[in-house]
């Protein structure tokens, strides 16, 4: 940026006007003088002088015309650096004219010219209402007014430099700060990520060893007891066959005979014999749906943890939630409405398996969240890149208008283990099982609830998930 060496002399002495013009008044400046005659109206130095240093000069006569000049030069952005105003001038005095000259320009730098006796400084700084004036005392020599000029027009371009600076600064404070505020949430971003993802892969270790260790006890419990029904049935039939031979053997039978057939009789009306043999079907029968239970927990979890190992398939998504609805139709309550919109999809390279638990689980919960006559939207859509380097994907949502979620648990619910079921009714790991699936497929799993409102759940896939699934 150019030097500021426009200097304004505010004095209605002519000899006073022309002897600053003879100390800063250049030839080269001379023009612009002229210019600025033109302008504000004030008087111009046309003399060739021998000063080596060159400033724009304006000259005015007196406060009014001065404070006009700072004016003008303001509007053409052509401010001055320096101005030397007489104090004792008639019209408004020097202490008012500075004062009025840095209501409109604050940063011009005032010099009050003034004799010895005229007035005290603290007078003029009264008046001019700002304490950092200069003084410059008549009669004055050309090297002071030089060395004022020069001085002081320096000081205005370094002020206008930390100015200048300073709004620099504080963009780049800005800056900063914006790239400080998008890098915390990057890092809470992938923090929360890692902590989902170390959670998840700290579980599966522990779900694969304890699904290992329960299954095989479970299945011999399971096979024997399926082997104790089928005995029980046998014995049933004997002893209805024994029964029998009671009847017939009571009529003629020795007196010693009777009494031992009557005792076999009380004994059996004693011990409940014919409910026992009824009941131990039962129980072999609600055993029975006990381990299988069970099973079905161990398998989750081998789910969870990836033991089961298929090849990926391209799956029809849309006939592999029409599966799902088949499966769990039964369990819908009554009058629960599914309203479908599934768009054309191009096959996903995925677990169909695997995927169908999501969904199974998505659907019960949603199935769980509805009151009698309540909605669960499904609808499937192609996703079409956004940028180049985004892999062409499918969505499926699932909309319930159930009892939502608090905005409070809504972090939670991918959580193992995390639910608001009474015990019995939810494991809590519906949710963060099919968040694993979901992301072992490269996809993205989101909620968004609305207490009393419902729950959507937006589960993305990309179309080829193949090599992923089995991480
Ligand atoms: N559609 C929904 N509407 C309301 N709350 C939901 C919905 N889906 C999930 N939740 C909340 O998230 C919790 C966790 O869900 P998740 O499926 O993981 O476990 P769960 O359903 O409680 O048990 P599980 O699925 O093992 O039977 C639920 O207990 C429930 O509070
Ligand atoms: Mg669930």
Known sequence: MDDNQRILVIDDDPGVRDAFKEILASPATSGIAERGAALFGVETPSLPSCSLQSYELTLAENGEQGVRAVEGALAQHQPFAVAFIDMNMPGIDGAETSRRIWAIDPQIKIVIVTAFSEYRPCDIINIAQRDDIFYLRKPFNSEEIKQFANALTNAWDTERERVILAAKLETVNAELEDMNKNLQKKVKEQTDLLIQSEKMSSLGVLAAGVAHEINNPISFVHGNLDTIRKYSASIKKLLQKYSRLEESALQGASPEMQSLLTEIQEFKARHKIDFILEDIVSLADESLEGTRRVGDIVKELRGFSHIEDAAPQPTDVNAAIEKVLNMIGGKLKPKTEIVKAYGELPPVTCYPQKLGQVFINILMNAAQAVVENGTIHISTSQLMPAKDDDPPGVEIRITDNGHGIPDAEIPKVFD????????????????????????????????DSSEKEGTTVRVILPLDAEGRGTS
């Open 416 to 447: 193992p283990f995390f639910t608001t079921k009474p015990a019995g009714e939810g494991t809590g790991l519906g949710l963060s099982i099919s968040y694993d699936i979901v992301k072992s497929h490269g996809g993205e799993m989101l909620i």
